[in-house]
């Protein structure tokens, strides 16, 4: 079917009467183009009934117009409109007249239009998103169509919207066979004989391989060839070789062409088992992993291609080499970016079943939807070879259940009849699937835990308890759960249960692991454990970015409501990302990738010495509140704690050339060594050594220069639609002065569109849509999207400099 972006020349206003006579377009009505996110136009205000969950941002009810004008043959020809994301309660209207709706805001579907169109003329099409009732969400989720929208066209034959399905049946270096199928649709009376033709193109468009055939397809009906092809001397797509083919399928009835169609993927074979763990072409791959939400920071909900590939970009260049879709279905445009880059993927249905964990959420919809969702998400994914893993549902409480056992079996057995080249796992949390054990587990281990109710939910029960965590993790009663819960998927996804890899490697020796959430502090004792048994394949931190809404969660804090899960407005981040919201590295990324064995070089970070002697409050997911930096006017010869991450055997801490000491890196200092000082400006160098040779060396200096730098970010693709600048106060934007809150303002010249302007602030207030913003440690960062020509973003600071930089 030929595919075309329709995502241009929209009109958009916020609804309000639901019941309204005439359906008119209001005056009040603007023209936008998608993607786009309604509840990022609102102000978050301390009084949002979604409260810390969404940033303080409100849903509503929205309105979204589009006329198409309608040519001759047009109600005789296949029309229909796809939708890659929109949140949530969809209904969707050709001239008045329902044609699809969906109440999941985050499945990809599709809506024939043909029949409702008028023989001649213009007609529209109207989106109502009805996301009003809160709170649904436990995360910023955004409104309205934020992800990408498509009209698909074709004739009465054709292959379906679903596409060419590839399958790699067997691949080595000298050869693969990939299997190729297709549904035909035949819309009219009588039956055709349709000829298919295939070519398969290497990254370079060059053919390496075709077939060709006959299907016989009956009115009104559907059917489905396949091909088995073989590809001489492939190149295997893997995390280190993402190397992609393309599939075009051409269809044609007496000779002429109706229909063609193509399919991008990449030839890889998937094998698990207990004794060798994931293997990836037969190499045996352990995931560096990185939990991730699905907004886009700056730019809300809003789904680009150039966004998504930026993140994950950023993400392997700090050393993961997975990403896990937390906690529904990814975009299509963040799979095309893992494709590319050679990033793993697990992709993830839903955040809740039958139980509901907000009061509008998914639940109400789940008994109902929950097929035709997973159908889509695995459609959706089918092709795209990053997609190894599917999880069936991220920490159900009614897992460990008779029925929600039952459940577990049917959602998994649908992925594996729908795609049985992929593994399944249900993200567990043990604590919470052990339901109205918990009062006993807890007695067990800790005591009696007193003042607790049914408002306390997982996270501040996690918070609570953390000190306990790994001796209820592996208490009997959970053991129990497990053993019920697990029973029907490939994996046991565990959420902050490293404790068990040990006893279930003895108990269970058949029970393939992944750790699918844990706390970032723990990265080097939880990858210790997951390198020492085989059936454990990976870790996923919570989380590899930051991200908008569960305000707090890893917001260091003094005093009780400034961080934590009981943050206070206007905390809007979760703040627990190795990178922030900007794409900025955060001290746990560098702390992450020496864990990892992939950097040499030693890392400090310095704890605030405003804070010096005082009781950090903090959840089980901050480590400190410390950034890079040995800036701090008006602390001179006060005391200082400073962290050194480091390999090695020892490592030395230098201040102005003077040695601070020498000490010794212990496998319980799980690469992190602190030293006590006082600030004095100058030069902060850690030497990092192994067997009394150096082995790397890391600098901080004082900066005090006040001027502003522009530069574009690099990581976006070639031909980006999308430019992302990088705003620094410093000497440049390697060298910052991260003691200056600047306020900035910013104006384009030119033909451009500021997308987006902000920090990595966790409490930021201003919009990330206006114009202005404060730094936070010295940055900020503004979104631009490209016009056909040259515009200038002028910057100005309240600190008395400027500068500009051309699109």
């Not at 044609?252 to 763990?277: C, P, Q, W, Y």
Request: charged share 25%.
């Amino acid at each position: 079917m030929n595919k075309k972006l329709w995502n241009d020349n929209w009109l958009f206003w916020n609804s309000k009467d639901a019941f309204a006579l005439v359906w008119d377009i209001p005056e009040m009505a603007r023209k936008i183009q998608l993607p786009h996110d309604a509840m990022l136009e609102n102000e978050a205000h301390e009084d949002s009934l979604n409260g810390g969950n969404t940033g303080f941002y409100d849903g509503g009810s929205y309105t979204y117009v589009k006329m198409y004008e309608s040519k001759p043959g047009d109600r005789q020809r296949n029309i229909m409109l796809r939708f890659d994301g929109v949140y949530m309660n969809t209904f969707v209207y050709v001239n008045g007249q329902l044609a699809a709706n969906r109440p999941y805001g985050y499945s990809q579907f599709y809506v024939p239009i043909s029949h409702l169109l008028k023989e001649e003329g213009e007609n529209e099409i109207r989106v109502q998103v009805r996301n009003g009732a809160m709170a649904n969400s436990r995360w910023y989720s955004g409104s309205g169509i934020y992800r990408d929208v498509y009209m698909l066209t074709s004739g009465a034959t054709y292959i379906h919207e679903d596409g060419p399905k590839v399958v790699t049946e067997e691949c080595d270096e000298d050869s693969a066979t990939i299997k190729i199928s297709a549904d035909i649709v035949n819309k009219n009376f009588d039956s055709k004989e349709v000829e298919f033709a295939i070519s398969i193109y290497d990254s370079n468009g060059n053919e390496v391989a075709k077939d060709a055939g006959i299907v016989y397809v009956k009115g009104n009906n559907n059917k489905q060839f396949f091909s088995r092809i073989n590809i001489a001397n492939p190149c295997l797509w893997s995390e280190d070789t993402p190397v992609l083919y393309k599939a075009k399928v051409t269809i044609s009835v007496d000779n002429k062409v109706v229909d063609s169609d193509e399919a991008t993927f990449g030839i890889r074979k998937l094998s698990l088992d207990a004794a060798h763990g994931l293997r990836v072409n037969g190499k045996e791959v352990k995931l560096r992993g990185a939990c991730i939400h699905h907004d886009n920071g700056l730019l809300g909900s809003k789904t680009y291609y150039e966004a998504e590939y930026r993140r994950v970009k950023i993400l392997k260049d700090s050393g993961f080499n997975a990403i896990r879709m937390s906690h529904h279905p990814a975009s299509p445009a963040l799979l095309r970016a893992c494709d590319e880059l050679g990033v793993y993927v697990m992709d993830e249905t839903f955040d809740m079943w039958t139980r509901a964990k907000s009061d509008y959420d998914y639940n109400l919809f789940f008994t109902d939807w929950w097929k035709k969702d997973v159908e889509a998400m695995v459609a959706k994914d089918f092709n795209h070879p990053s997609v190894i893993l599917y999880s069936i549902g991220n920490e159900i409480p009614e897992i460990g259940t008779n029925e929600g056992s039952s459940l577990a079996a049917e959602i998994s057995d649908l992925c594996h009849e729908l795609d049985s080249t992929r593994y399944t796992l249900a993200s567990i949390n043990g604590v919470f699937a052990a339901g109205d054990a918990v009062g006993k587990i807890t007695a067990d281990v800790a005591g009696e835990v007193k003042d607790q109710d049914d408002s306390v939910n997982v996270n501040d029960f996690m918070t609570i308890m953390d000190k306990y965590m790994d001796r209820i993790v592996v208490h009997p009663e959970i053991t129990k759960v497990l053993k019920k819960a697990c029973v029907a998927t490939d994996i046991a996804g565990y959420n902050y249960m490293t404790a068990r890899y040990a006893l279930d490697a003895k108990e269970e020796p058949n029970r393939v692991m992944v750790g699918s959430e844990t706390y970032p502090p723990e990265i080097a004792v939880n990858w210790r454990e997951v390198n020492k048994y085989p059936q454990v394949i990976g870790d996923f931190t919570w989380t590899g970015w930051d991200y908008l809404g569960e305000a707090g969660v890893g917001i260091p804090a003094y005093n009780w409501g400034e961080g934590g899960f009981g943050a206070h407005f206007p905390a809007k981040l979760a703040y627990t990302g190795d990178i922030d919201i900007t794409g900025y590295r955060r001290p746990l990324s560098y702390y992450r990738q020496i864990v990892f064995g992939l950097r040499k070089e030693p890392y400090i970070a310095v704890q605030n010495p405003a804070h010096y002697g005082e009781n950090l409050i903090k959840t089980p997911w901050v480590m400190s509140d410390a950034i890079s930096s040995w800036t701090f006017a008006g602390y001179e010869d006060k005391p200082v704690v400073v962290e050194v991450y480091a390999a090695g055997d020892e490592v030395e801490l230098f201040l102005n050339d003077e040695s601070l000491g020498r000490k010794s890196i212990k496998e319980t200092d799980n690469y992190r060594v602190l030293f006590e000082t006082k600030y004095a400006k100058g030069t902060l160098k850690a030497i990092a050594y192994k067997d009394n040779q150096v082995v790397g060396e890391y600098v901080l200096k004082t900066v005090e220069t006040e001027k502003l730098n522009a530069s574009f970010d690099t990581n976006t693709p070639i031909d980006s639609e999308l430019a992302y600048v990088n705003i620094a106060v410093g000497e440049s934007n390697y060298t910052v002065n991260s003691d200056v809150e600047c306020k900035l303002t910013v104006e384009i010249e030119g033909d451009a569109e500021l997308l987006g302007i902000g920090s990595g602030n966790p409490k930021a207030q201003d919009s990330y849509l206006g114009n202005s913003t404060y730094t936070w440690n010295g940055r900020a960062l503004a979104i631009v999207r490209k016009g056909k020509e040259k515009a200038v973003l002028k910057i100005s600071g309240d600190n008395g400099y400027g500068t500009e930089i051309t699109i």
